[in-house]
């Protein structure tokens, strides 16, 4: 059994930072990639933030660049998403999600087909 569990959501004022944590545990589970997206209401699921679990290559949606940073803590199993300079549209639900499957290329752990397992989401709310 797979388990992805995020935390650290609230609600902030722009310009503030945040930090999410995402713990992912299972006995016999290799991920290859951890990765961070988020779903407004009415919207689809979107990519933010992505980092492959051996050698730390991270990927970044273009509007999240320079503001948010993905890392990782291996003896924990925790990927963490630091957000600063936030803005009132990074208002979302944010999901972490772990990927069993190994891509070269990077892109593909911007899609979330790409990931099996789920965490339930931690709400973010900046209000301007």
């Known amino acids: 059994q797979v388990q992805v569990v995020e935390s650290g959501g609230g609600l902030v004022q722009a310009g503030d930072s945040l930090r999410l944590s995402c713990a992912v545990s299972?006995?016999?589970?290799?991920?290859?990639?951890v990765g961070w997206f988020r779903q407004s209401p009415g919207k689809e699921r979107e990519f933010v933030a992505s980092?492959?679990?051996?050698?730390?290559?991270?990927y970044y949606e273009d509007s999240v660049k320079g503001r948010f940073t993905i890392s990782k803590d291996s003896a924990k199993n925790t990927v963490y998403l630091q957000m600063s300079g936030m803005k009132p549209e990074d208002t979302a639900n944010y999901f972490c999600?772990?990927?069993?499957?190994?891509?070269?290329?990077?892109?593909?752990?911007?899609?979330?087909?790409?990931?099996?397992?789920w965490g339930q989401g931690t709400q973010v709310t900046v209000s301007s």
């Open positions: 299972g006995r016999t589970f290799t991920a290859y990639a």
């Open positions: 999600a772990a990927s069993s499957l190994f891509y070269k290329e990077g892109n593909y752990y911007k899609a979330p087909r790409t990931y099996s397992y």
């Open positions: 980092i492959r679990w051996n050698g730390g290559n991270t």
